[in-house]
């Protein structure tokens, strides 16, 4: 890949194709921040960015598992961010967690990032393609027919897939 071995034109074309993207994907996580946050949607991208393009180890094949790989970063900053600033909190009682179809940040309620992860790598260990659907939809913000692209699957086994998973974690959130 060109832009791994420096070629800043190659870069730039990069960022051209997908920056708005990437750009409403960190908005559509960072939704309901309160103003003066520490983490804004413009550092999560950059965040984002520097895991996608600029780490050796990351490789993506196409557009669509360009988008896939970019939901999976934003839910480990994500997670990463909440876990540091939970430690500075410890303690506090679980919050009561409603799963929607991307993930809505605010500083009172890092647990549920931390819950949400949690539960996705169990989620993981018994479907892993539906745990796939959870990371891209609910970190991510993609839609079904971005899910449907990046995964090669038909969108009708994404939506099953998608409702499965949703009723297994709020089954697990009511426990």
């Known amino acids: 890949m060109q832009?791994?071995?420096g070629d800043s034109d190659a870069e730039e074309r990069l960022v051209a194709l997908v920056y708005d993207d990437l750009r409403r994907m960190a908005h559509a996580c960072m939704r309901r921040e309160r103003a003066g946050h520490t983490l804004q949607p413009t550092a999560l991208l950059n965040e984002a960015w520097i895991r996608l393009v600029r780490d050796p180890e990351v490789d993506w094949q196409n557009r669509a598992h360009?988008?896939?790989?970019?939901?999976?970063a934003m839910r480990h900053i994500l997670v990463e961010y909440a876990r540091s600033h939970r430690s500075l909190k410890r303690g506090g009682e679980r919050n009561r967690i409603e799963l929607i179809d991307a993930l809505l940040v605010?500083?009172?309620d890092l647990?549920?990032?931390l819950f949400v992860e949690q539960s996705l790598q169990e989620l993981q260990q018994w479907d892993r393609r539906?745990?796939?659907?959870?990371?891209?939809?609910?970190?991510?913000?993609?839609?079904e027919d971005e899910i449907s692209a990046a995964l090669g699957l038909s969108s009708?086994?994404?939506?099953?897939?998608?409702?499965?998973?949703?009723?297994?974690l709020a089954a697990k959130m009511a426990r």
């Open 156 to 168: 009708r086994t994404v939506k099953r897939d998608w409702r499965m998973a949703r009723g297994w």
């Open 3 to 5: 832009v791994r071995k």
């Open 66 to 72: 360009f988008f896939a790989l970019a939901a999976r």
């Open 106 to 108: 605010s500083e009172d």
């Open 130 to 143: 539906q745990a796939q659907i959870v990371e891209m939809r609910y970190f991510g913000g993609l839609t």
């Open 111 to 113: 647990d549920k990032i």
